[in-house]
């Protein structure tokens, strides 16, 4: 599975996140993880979306997300 992340946003405290697999699309945001002080942590946001992302992959198996068309 493909994940692209895109820019965090400090107002929902979210990232954009694109899930591609076998020419499926899906796209949701997808909370960020903040360290102690309240910062952006990439490298956590990353890991979040990747654990999102196996979630999206079964529901991409079952039928139940993504569209061909990238919608």
């Not at 820019?7 to 694109?18: M, Q």
């Not at 198996?61 to 569209?67: C, I, R």
């Amino acid at each position: 599975m493909k994940i692209n992340i895109g820019k965090f946003d400090p107002a929902t405290r979210t990232v954009p996140v694109t899930f591609t697999e076998g020419g499926k699309v899906h796209r949701r945001p997808v909370n960020a993880v903040l360290d102690e002080a309240g910062e952006y942590d990439r490298k956590g946001t990353r890991a979040r979306a990747e654990e999102v992302g196996a979630g999206v992959s079964r529901k991409f198996a079952l039928g139940l997300l993504g569209s061909e068309s990238g919608e």
